[in-house]
């Protein structure tokens, strides 16, 4: 089953707004890891958050981590068009190397 | 510095024939994941191999799908006798050897489109 899960589904703001994205876990992670798909495209790895680290800041992007929550979130500031894509947060485990992937957030960023 | 390049970028297949997916990691890279994503979800775990060797194929259907990474040359995800529901994306990944606690992110390739008819 699918270890991230994230809400909302589907995002939709004004440029300049702040967009607010979150995903939460069932089990024990390594780390959680954020990612951004364009339509047709491939993925960007965003930012890494550890789970030892409670925020992380890249840029724009702000991401938190609650591991007694067992919930991330990923805070876009200042939205612009360009940020208009699929936001998917895929979690680590510990002793394992493979990504599990939420279902993603659809944003949409108007003009 | 190339990146994780998989090819073909579409492929499309009718019914029952064989499809043949490759990847080649990021230079350097030893370990590769195949996932695969259908439409509007998040990408699911198929396989992770190191060279010559399958590591985790928990998310391989035990039917016509199997995944190689040999010594020389890319890897290749290959499906037998393909059904309309093997119509996907397919992204593959790569990372070095990473030891315990090795927080370095995955790298992905765009991935392969594949429409069966």
């Known amino acids: 089953s699918q270890q991230g899960e994230e809400d909302p589904q589907a995002l939709s703001i004004q440029e300049g707004e702040n967009a607010t994205m979150n995903c939460s876990y069932k089990?024990?992670?390594?780390?959680l890891q954020w990612y951004r798909q364009n339509s047709g495209r491939g993925l960007v790895h965003l930012i890494l958050?550890?789970?030892?680290?409670r925020e992380k800041h890249s840029g724009r992007l702000r991401v938190t981590l609650d591991t007694s929550k067992k919930s991330s979130s990923l805070l876009i500031t200042a939205s612009r068009a360009a940020d208009t894509a699929s936001y998917f947060c895929?979690?680590?485990?510990?002793?394992?190397?493979?990504?599990?992937f939420g279902s993603g957030t659809r944003l949409l960023v108007r003009p | 510095n190339a990146g994780v390049m998989q090819n073909p970028r579409h492929l499309v297949r009718r019914r029952g024939q064989e499809a043949r997916l490759r990847c080649s990691p990021v230079?350097?890279?030893?370990?590769v994941y195949w996932y695969r994503q259908l439409p509007e979800e998040g990408l699911k775990f198929m396989v992770y191999?190191?060279?010559?060797?399958?590591?985790?194929e928990s998310g391989m259907p035990k039917e016509r799908f199997s995944a190689e990474f040999p010594k020389e040359g890319p890897s290749i995800l290959r499906i037998q006798q393909v059904v309309r529901g093997d119509s996907a994306a397919y992204f593959c990944?790569?990372?070095?050897?990473?030891?315990?606690?090795?927080?370095?992110?995955?790298?992905f390739g765009n991935g392969t489109r594949l429409t069966v008819t």
């Open positions: 191999l190191q060279k010559e060797n399958i590591i985790d």
């Open positions: 895929a979690t680590e485990r510990k002793s394992s190397y493979k990504l599990i």
């Open positions: 089990t024990s992670i390594n780390n």
């Open positions: 230079k350097g890279h030893s370990h």
């Open positions: 990944a790569s990372s070095r050897d990473r030891g315990t606690g090795d927080n370095s992110p995955l790298h």
């Open positions: 958050i550890r789970s030892n680290e």
